[in-house]
């Protein structure tokens, strides 16, 4: 079964503190991996797609790694503000369908 | 540009009656997809279109049908809504790499 797990499933941190989050999948036949947020009450908003032949992706202060062979992907954040704080969601595309894990709630204190 | 749009916002139903979640979209993806997200929970996929004429289940299309008639409208039908649909219902769109979801449709069986 193709499952996309995510951990921590919450992380509180200090304003100011880089920080990891981790996203790992159980079958490395990937087509890409796409990093999501989601504010309480609200949509996904797309954050960084990894095509499966890429390493990482860079928007800004985050920057997203994808490593096929070990089933894993991570999301970095750096120099976190209060602003960052929502829930991440990653996603994996198999063939036709886009499976997401159960996401991680962040919360940055200021 | 509208992108990916849903109706209603919000619904209550009562326990048999039926309803169309309507999903509409202006980027000529071939890809739609329906999920379902309950409280604390990742998303969970219903169903899914490659394109028009064509569907197919996903991991949870109990108590749902789909229709995909045209490119741009992906309608999830609920016959005989029952408590456990109470959810939250995204539509997404893709044109096989970003995907972008719609707003939301919180839907509450009574």
């Known amino acids: 079964k193709q499952e996309v797990t995510q951990i921590p499933a919450a992380l509180s941190v200090p304003e100011g503190e880089n920080l990891v989050l981790n996203c790992s999948f159980t079958?490395?036949?990937?087509?890409?991996l796409q990093w999501f947020r989601q504010d309480p009450g609200k949509g996904l908003t797309s954050l960084l797609l990894?095509?499966?032949?890429?390493r990482e992706q860079t928007s800004g202060r985050l920057n997203a790694s994808l490593d096929k062979s070990s089933g894993r992907s991570t999301l970095y954040i750096a120099a976190s503000q209060p602003g960052d704080s929502a829930t991440y969601l990653c996603?994996?595309?198999?063939?036709?369908?886009?499976?997401f894990g159960a996401g991680t709630i962040l919360r940055v204190k200021s | 540009n509208a992108g990916v749009t849903q109706t209603p916002k919000f619904r209550i139903l009562k326990i048999g009656q039926s309803m169309t979640l309507q999903c509409t979209q202006d980027?000529?993806?071939?890809?739609m997809y329906w999920y379902r997200q309950d409280p604390g929970m990742g998303l969970k996929l219903i169903y899914y279109?490659?394109?028009?004429?064509?569907?197919d289940k996903g991991e949870v299309p109990n108590g749902y049908n789909v229709s995909r008639s045209t490119t741009e409208d992906f309608p999830l039908r609920l016959e005989l809504a029952a408590p456990s649909q109470t959810s939250v219902y995204f539509c997404?769109?893709?044109?096989?790499?970003?995907?972008?979801f719609g707003q939301g449709t919180r839907l509450t069986v009574v």
């Open positions: 079958d490395s036949a990937i087509y890409n």
């Open positions: 279109s490659v394109g028009a004429g064509i569907t």
């Open positions: 996603a994996v595309q198999y063939g036709n369908k886009l499976v």
């Open positions: 997404a769109s893709s044109g096989r790499t970003e995907a972008f």
């Open positions: 980027m000529n993806h071939n890809y």
């Open positions: 990894i095509q499966s032949s890429q």
